[in-house]
C-alpha cells in the first residue's frame, strides 16, 4: 500500500523546537521529490517546503524560511522537517506530500499526502 | 507570487446538481494547475493536474478546463460522497507553490 506516515507533532511553547517525521512506503521514495504542506485551524492549505529526490535542493516559503529546514533519508524512506522558534502562527496540522517527479525547480503538484501531525505552539 | 483566487467560497447544492467551482491566478500560468478534495479531517486528496488530467480513479463526472489565467472545476451528477471542500494549486513557477482559498461544497 502506497502509503505516507507523518509524526513528531505535539503541543510547544512558544520559542521552543520540534521535529517532523514521515516515513514513506508502497514507492520508491527516492526517485520523488517531497514536501511539507500546512494547515492552520479553519483555514486552507499553505506549502511550507520542498526538497529534491536526492536531496540536493531545497526550497522554503518566507514565513518559515531561517526557522526551519528539510532533509530527507532515502536510506530510511523518511523526510524530516526540523521546527524551531516557533511561533504561535506555526500552529497547524502539517502534512508530507510526494511530488510527481524528482525536481523541485520545476513546478509540481502533489500526488499523495499523508494524514498530517499536528502541531500547536502555545503558552 | 501568484496568487489564486477560488470562487465561491461556499456553494449549496443538491444530489444530482452540475456545479462549477472557478479558480483564477494573478498572472499566467499555462495550464499547470491541480485540484484537489478534501473532506472533514481527511488530507487532501489529487483529483486533476495540468487543468484537466483526471487521477486514476477519480470519477469521470469531475472535469477540469481553462489556461492562462481563469480556470473551472465542473461536477456532474452531484453525489453524496462529493460534498468537500475544493483547492486549486498552481505550479507554474515553484517559487512559491501557492493554493486558492478554497471552495467548500455543501449540502442544500
Known amino acids: 500500500e502506497v502509503l505516507l506516515l507523518e509524526s513528531g507533532g505535539e503541543l510547544v511553547q512558544p520559542g521552543g523546537s520540534l521535529r517532523l517525521s514521515c516515513d514513506a512506503s508502497?514507492?520508491?521514495?527516492?526517485?520523488?521529490?517531497m514536501n511539507w504542506v500546512r494547515q492552520a485551524p479553519g483555514r486552507g492549505l499553505e506549502w511550507v517546503s520542498s526538497?529534491?529526490?536526492?536531496?540536493?535542493?531545497?526550497s522554503y516559503a518566507t514565513s518559515v524560511k531561517g526557522r526551519v529546514t528539510v532533509s530527507r533519508d532515502n536510506s530510511k524512506h523518511s523526510l524530516y522537517l526540523q521546527m524551531s522558534s516557533l511561533r504561535p502562527e506555526d500552529t497547524a496540522l502539517y502534512y508530507c506530500?510526494?511530488?510527481?517527479?524528482?525536481?523541485?525547480?520545476?513546478?509540481?503538484?502533489?500526488?499523495?499526502w499523508g494524514q498530517g501531525t499536528q502541531v500547536t505552539v502555545s503558552s | 507570487d501568484i496568487h489564486m483566487t477560488q470562487a465561491p467560497s461556499t456553494l449549496s447544492a443538491s444530489v444530482g446538481d452540475t456545479v462549477t467551482i472557478s479558480c483564477r491566478a494573478s498572472?499566467?500560468?499555462?495550464?499547470?494547475l491541480a485540484w484537489y478534495q478534501q473532506k472533514p479531517g481527511k488530507a487532501p486528496k489529487l483529483l486533476m493536474s495540468?487543468?484537466?488530467d483526471l487521477e486514476s480513479g477519480v470519477p469521470s463526472r469531475f472535469s477540469g478546463s481553462g489556461s492562462g489565467t481563469e480556470f473551472t472545476l465542473t461536477i456532474n451528477n452531484l453525489q453524496p460522497d462529493d460534498f468537500a471542500t475544493y483547492y486549486c494549486?498552481?505550479?507554474?513557477?515553484?517559487?512559491?507553490?501557492?493554493f486558492g482559498q478554497g471552495t467548500k461544497l455543501e449540502l442544500k
Open positions: 495540468d487543468a484537466s
Open positions: 498572472r499566467s500560468i499555462s495550464s499547470w
Open positions: 508502497g514507492f520508491i521514495f527516492s526517485n520523488y521529490a
Open positions: 494549486q498552481q505550479y507554474n513557477t515553484f517559487l512559491p507553490y501557492t
Open positions: 526538497i529534491s529526490a536526492d536531496h540536493e535542493t531545497t
Open positions: 506530500a510526494k511530488s510527481s517527479g524528482d525536481d523541485i525547480l520545476k513546478g509540481d503538484y502533489f500526488d499523495l
